[in-house]
Protein backbone atom coordinates (compact mmCIF):
# COMPACT_ATOMS: atom_id res chain seq x y z
CA UNK A 1 0.00 0.00 0.00
CA UNK A 2 1.70 3.14 -1.39
CA UNK A 3 -0.57 5.75 -0.27
CA UNK A 4 -4.34 7.16 -0.99
CA UNK A 5 -4.96 6.53 -4.38
CA UNK A 6 -7.48 8.76 -6.66
CA UNK A 7 -9.10 7.77 -10.02
CA UNK A 8 -9.28 9.39 -12.30
CA UNK A 9 -6.38 11.80 -12.00
CA UNK A 10 -8.13 14.34 -14.84
CA UNK A 11 -11.67 14.58 -15.96
CA UNK A 12 -13.16 16.42 -18.86
CA UNK A 13 -16.60 16.55 -18.62
CA UNK A 14 -19.49 18.85 -20.25
CA UNK A 15 -21.84 21.07 -18.32
CA UNK A 16 -24.74 18.87 -17.17
CA UNK A 17 -23.18 15.87 -17.02
CA UNK A 18 -22.30 13.88 -13.83
CA UNK A 19 -19.11 12.80 -12.83
CA UNK A 20 -17.81 10.33 -10.18
CA UNK A 21 -14.15 10.34 -8.47
CA UNK A 22 -13.39 6.78 -6.38
CA UNK A 23 -10.55 7.35 -3.62
CA UNK A 24 -8.92 4.38 -1.65
CA UNK A 25 -7.11 5.20 1.11
CA UNK A 26 -4.27 3.74 3.37
CA UNK A 27 -5.86 0.37 4.46
CA UNK A 28 -5.72 0.72 8.34
CA UNK A 29 -7.07 4.33 8.01
CA UNK A 30 -10.12 4.84 9.09
CA UNK A 31 -11.11 8.85 8.50
CA UNK A 32 -11.69 9.66 4.62
CA UNK A 33 -11.93 13.42 3.70
CA UNK A 34 -12.77 15.36 0.59
CA UNK A 35 -11.49 18.46 -0.06
CA UNK A 36 -11.60 20.62 -2.95
CA UNK A 37 -8.57 23.21 -4.07
CA UNK A 38 -9.16 26.17 -7.00
CA UNK A 39 -6.60 28.28 -8.24
CA UNK A 40 -5.28 30.22 -6.07
CA UNK A 41 -6.56 28.67 -2.92
CA UNK A 42 -6.36 26.34 -0.39
CA UNK A 43 -7.67 23.24 -0.12
CA UNK A 44 -11.54 23.91 1.37
CA UNK A 45 -13.01 21.25 3.18
CA UNK A 46 -16.25 19.34 1.81
CA UNK A 47 -17.01 16.18 4.02
CA UNK A 48 -15.07 13.38 6.27
CA UNK A 49 -16.40 10.02 7.07
CA UNK A 50 -15.10 7.29 9.70
CA UNK A 51 -15.68 3.99 8.56
CA UNK A 52 -18.78 4.28 6.88
CA UNK A 53 -20.79 7.21 8.36
CA UNK A 54 -20.58 10.12 6.87
CA UNK A 55 -19.85 12.34 10.03
CA UNK A 56 -20.03 16.33 8.59
CA UNK A 57 -20.86 18.29 5.00
CA UNK A 58 -19.95 21.67 4.40
CA UNK A 59 -22.18 24.60 3.55
CA UNK A 60 -19.97 23.89 0.13
CA UNK A 61 -21.35 20.79 -0.58
CA UNK A 62 -24.49 21.28 -2.47
CA UNK A 63 -27.62 19.03 -3.03
CA UNK A 64 -25.56 18.19 -6.10
CA UNK A 65 -22.69 16.23 -4.86
CA UNK A 66 -23.12 13.13 -2.73
CA UNK A 67 -20.36 10.89 -1.00
CA UNK A 68 -20.27 7.50 0.43
CA UNK A 69 -18.01 5.13 1.96
CA UNK A 70 -19.94 2.17 1.50
CA UNK A 71 -17.90 -0.53 3.44
CA UNK A 72 -15.63 2.09 5.19
CA UNK A 73 -12.46 1.53 2.85
CA UNK A 74 -13.05 3.21 -0.66
CA UNK A 75 -14.99 6.09 -0.85
CA UNK A 76 -17.08 7.89 -4.15
CA UNK A 77 -17.89 11.46 -4.82
CA UNK A 78 -20.48 12.43 -7.28
CA UNK A 79 -21.49 15.20 -8.60
CA UNK A 80 -24.97 15.78 -10.77
CA UNK A 81 -25.57 17.98 -13.37
CA UNK A 82 -22.09 19.66 -12.92
CA UNK A 83 -21.97 22.98 -13.32
CA UNK A 84 -18.53 25.01 -14.70
CA UNK A 85 -18.05 26.33 -10.89
CA UNK A 86 -17.41 22.76 -10.50
CA UNK A 87 -13.82 22.92 -12.05
CA UNK A 88 -11.41 22.18 -9.56
CA UNK A 89 -9.18 19.87 -8.14
CA UNK A 90 -10.67 17.52 -5.74
CA UNK A 91 -8.07 15.81 -3.03
CA UNK A 92 -9.16 12.58 -1.08
CA UNK A 93 -6.93 12.23 2.13
CA UNK A 94 -7.23 9.76 5.33
CA UNK A 95 -6.06 9.63 8.65
CA UNK A 96 -6.36 7.32 11.84
CA UNK A 97 -8.65 8.18 14.23
CA UNK A 98 -7.48 6.16 17.71
CA UNK A 99 -9.05 5.65 21.21
CA UNK A 100 -9.08 8.78 22.72
CA UNK A 101 -9.00 11.59 20.18
CA UNK A 102 -5.66 10.93 19.10
CA UNK A 103 -5.73 11.67 15.76
CA UNK A 104 -3.03 11.12 12.61
CA UNK A 105 -1.92 13.39 10.11
CA UNK A 106 -3.65 13.48 6.92
CA UNK A 107 -2.25 11.91 4.09
CA UNK A 108 -3.60 12.94 0.68
CA UNK A 109 -3.69 11.72 -2.40
CA UNK A 110 -2.85 13.39 -5.88
CA UNK A 111 -6.02 14.49 -6.44
CA UNK A 112 -8.58 14.72 -9.80
CA UNK A 113 -8.92 17.53 -11.60
CA UNK A 114 -11.57 18.33 -12.82
CA UNK A 115 -12.55 20.77 -15.76
CA UNK A 116 -16.30 21.04 -16.63
CA UNK A 117 -16.55 22.82 -20.54
CA UNK B 1 -14.78 34.56 7.06
CA UNK B 2 -11.00 33.25 6.08
CA UNK B 3 -9.67 31.29 9.68
CA UNK B 4 -6.10 30.96 8.73
CA UNK B 5 -4.34 33.92 6.65
CA UNK B 6 -0.78 33.49 4.70
CA UNK B 7 -0.73 37.13 3.45
CA UNK B 8 2.72 36.81 1.47
CA UNK B 9 1.71 35.05 -1.49
CA UNK B 10 5.37 33.96 -2.32
CA UNK B 11 8.94 34.01 -0.92
CA UNK B 12 12.46 33.85 -2.83
CA UNK B 13 15.61 33.15 -0.77
CA UNK B 14 19.15 31.82 -1.67
CA UNK B 15 20.46 28.19 -1.45
CA UNK B 16 21.59 27.40 1.90
CA UNK B 17 19.82 30.52 3.56
CA UNK B 18 16.77 30.64 6.21
CA UNK B 19 13.14 30.43 4.91
CA UNK B 20 10.75 31.84 7.08
CA UNK B 21 6.88 31.35 6.34
CA UNK B 22 4.30 32.66 8.16
CA UNK B 23 0.75 32.17 8.86
CA UNK B 24 -2.31 33.88 10.91
CA UNK B 25 -4.84 32.06 12.66
CA UNK B 26 -8.21 33.77 14.20
CA UNK B 27 -9.91 30.56 15.35
CA UNK B 28 -8.86 30.33 19.13
CA UNK B 29 -10.20 26.32 18.89
CA UNK B 30 -7.81 24.62 16.73
CA UNK B 31 -6.43 22.11 18.20
CA UNK B 32 -2.83 21.67 15.99
CA UNK B 33 -1.48 22.99 13.21
CA UNK B 34 0.28 21.76 10.37
CA UNK B 35 2.25 22.12 7.39
CA UNK B 36 2.08 20.81 3.87
CA UNK B 37 4.53 21.28 0.71
CA UNK B 38 3.05 21.38 -2.24
CA UNK B 39 4.43 20.53 -6.15
CA UNK B 40 2.20 20.87 -9.33
CA UNK B 41 -0.09 18.00 -10.19
CA UNK B 42 0.68 16.36 -7.06
CA UNK B 43 -1.49 16.57 -3.50
CA UNK B 44 -0.25 17.92 -0.38
CA UNK B 45 2.95 16.21 1.52
CA UNK B 46 2.66 16.56 5.27
CA UNK B 47 5.74 18.44 6.53
CA UNK B 48 5.34 19.37 9.89
CA UNK B 49 2.36 19.52 13.13
CA UNK B 50 2.32 21.56 16.51
CA UNK B 51 0.49 20.81 19.28
CA UNK B 52 -1.91 24.37 20.64
CA UNK B 53 -0.27 23.42 23.90
CA UNK B 54 3.85 23.75 22.60
CA UNK B 55 5.63 26.52 21.17
CA UNK B 56 8.23 24.50 19.18
CA UNK B 57 8.42 21.57 17.03
CA UNK B 58 11.35 20.59 15.06
CA UNK B 59 12.40 18.06 12.36
CA UNK B 60 15.60 18.30 10.87
CA UNK B 61 15.95 21.18 8.54
CA UNK B 62 12.00 22.00 9.87
CA UNK B 63 11.03 23.73 12.72
CA UNK B 64 7.60 25.20 13.34
CA UNK B 65 6.96 27.88 16.10
CA UNK B 66 3.91 29.11 17.55
CA UNK B 67 2.80 32.12 19.12
CA UNK B 68 -0.47 31.50 20.73
CA UNK B 69 -0.93 35.12 22.29
CA UNK B 70 -0.39 36.53 18.77
CA UNK B 71 -2.11 33.67 16.87
CA UNK B 72 0.47 33.26 14.58
CA UNK B 73 2.88 30.45 13.52
CA UNK B 74 5.92 30.02 11.54
CA UNK B 75 7.86 27.75 9.58
CA UNK B 76 11.64 27.91 9.31
CA UNK B 77 13.63 25.62 6.82
CA UNK B 78 17.40 25.67 7.33
CA UNK B 79 19.41 25.60 5.37
CA UNK B 80 16.88 25.99 2.63
CA UNK B 81 17.22 23.69 -0.49
CA UNK B 82 16.23 24.22 -4.19
CA UNK B 83 14.11 21.28 -3.61
CA UNK B 84 12.39 22.85 -1.21
CA UNK B 85 10.60 24.83 -3.98
CA UNK B 86 7.03 24.36 -3.45
CA UNK B 87 3.94 25.71 -2.18
CA UNK B 88 3.85 25.83 1.62
CA UNK B 89 0.30 25.91 3.17
CA UNK B 90 -0.25 26.31 6.92
CA UNK B 91 -3.44 24.36 8.51
CA UNK B 92 -5.27 24.92 11.61
CA UNK B 93 -7.26 21.48 12.87
CA UNK B 94 -9.91 21.22 15.38
CA UNK B 95 -11.73 18.26 17.30
CA UNK B 96 -12.84 16.47 14.07
CA UNK B 97 -9.32 16.96 12.85
CA UNK B 98 -10.76 18.10 9.27
CA UNK B 99 -8.24 21.17 8.37
CA UNK B 100 -9.05 24.11 7.40
CA UNK B 101 -5.94 26.07 5.03
CA UNK B 102 -4.36 29.45 4.47
CA UNK B 103 -3.91 29.92 0.42
CA UNK B 104 -0.47 29.05 0.36
CA UNK B 105 2.94 30.52 -0.15
CA UNK B 106 4.97 29.60 -3.20
CA UNK B 107 8.66 29.27 -2.06
CA UNK B 108 11.74 29.61 -4.64
CA UNK B 109 14.95 29.02 -3.17
CA UNK B 110 17.64 30.43 -5.51
CA UNK B 111 20.41 28.10 -6.73
Known amino acids: DTGVSQNPRHKITKRGQNVTFRCDPI?????LYWYRQTLGQGPEFLTYFQNEAQLEKSRLLSDRFSAERPKGSFSTLEIQRTEQGDSAMYLC???????????????FGQGTRLTVV | DQQVKQNSPSLSVQEGRISILNCDYTNSMFDYFLWYKKYPAEGPTFLISISSIKDKNEDGRFTVFLNKSAKHLSLHIVPSQPGDSAVYFCAGAGANSKLTFGKGITLSVRP
Open chain 1, 27 to 31: SEHNR
Open chain 1, 93 to 107: ASSIYGQGGTNTEAF
